[in-house]
């Protein structure tokens, strides 16, 4: 039997507030922006349950702050990315270490899958299909661990995380260098080297840390404080 997910698809409020994500993160709709239902259903031609879903769910990821006509929108800044990636490292930490130890073949052969995604993004130099490739990579360690509290904790944070990478990805000239991370990660998980994983996991993580920030728009405060 193949070891695969449901399918489940997308409703319209978690398209919205993918769209609505990626413009604030990548800083099109700047830190404090009102989010009036009426003006986005109005623009994007939806009914406003769909707006007040994604609103929701923006407001769970820390992006938007505040209720009804109150909602406005939230940068991200340094210490949110900071916090983030020290939330997902301690995550793929536990998640890696029990996947490798209950599911190691399972896992390798998830993780090959995609490699082989992430390779021919790195020849077309397609950084969208780069990062989905790179998410499924990382995502495939709670989707062996078995830790079903765990898997809840990443896709609550996942998308986030997936958003700010393609911001990020965009101004990656060369993905080959993260390729080969992601190819010697996944050498030392095929082998079962726990210590060497979790070592070569940290040093990636933080290195993927150090772009993001570099590749985030500074919020308003942060620009004032440079000057």
């Not at 409703?11 to 922006?33: F, H, M, N, Q, W």
């Not at 082989?116 to 780069?130: E, G, K, L, N, S």
Request: net charge neutral; aromatic share 4%; proline share 4%.
């Amino acid at each position: 039997m193949l070891d695969v997910r449901p399918i489940r698809a997308e409703s319209l409020g978690e398209k919205l507030a993918g769209e609505l994500r990626r413009r604030i993160i990548v800083g099109d709709v700047p830190s404090g922006t009102r989010l009036v239902e009426e003006e986005l259903a109005d623009s994007f031609q939806v009914s406003r349950g769909p707006v007040r879903d994604a609103i929701r769910i923006l407001r769970s990821e820390g992006l938007v702050t505040g209720s009804g006509r109150n909602a406005v929108t939230r940068s991200l800044n340094d210490a949110d990315i900071e916090e983030l990636m020290a939330l997902r490292e301690s995550f793929e930490l536990l998640a890696v270490e029990r996947a490798i130890t209950v599911r190691r073949e399972v896992l390798a052969r998830q993780l090959r899958t995609a490699l082989v995604d992430m390779d021919a993004a790195v020849t077309d130099r397609d950084p969208v299909a780069f990062t989905t490739a790179d998410i499924r990579f990382h995502s495939a360690f709670f989707a062996t661990a078995g830790m079903t509290r765990l898997s809840v904790l990443w896709d609550q944070f996942r998308p986030t995380i997936e958003g700010l990478l393609h911001a990020s990805g965009k101004r990656l000239a060369d993905l080959a260098p993260s390729a080969r991370e992601h190819h010697d990660l996944a050498g030392l998980i095929t082998a079962g080297k726990v210590a060497e994983v979790k070592a070569e996991l940290h040093r990636h993580l933080q290195t993927t840390c150090s772009r993001l920030r570099s590749a985030i728009p500074p919020t308003p405060v942060q620009r004032e404080n440079d000057l």
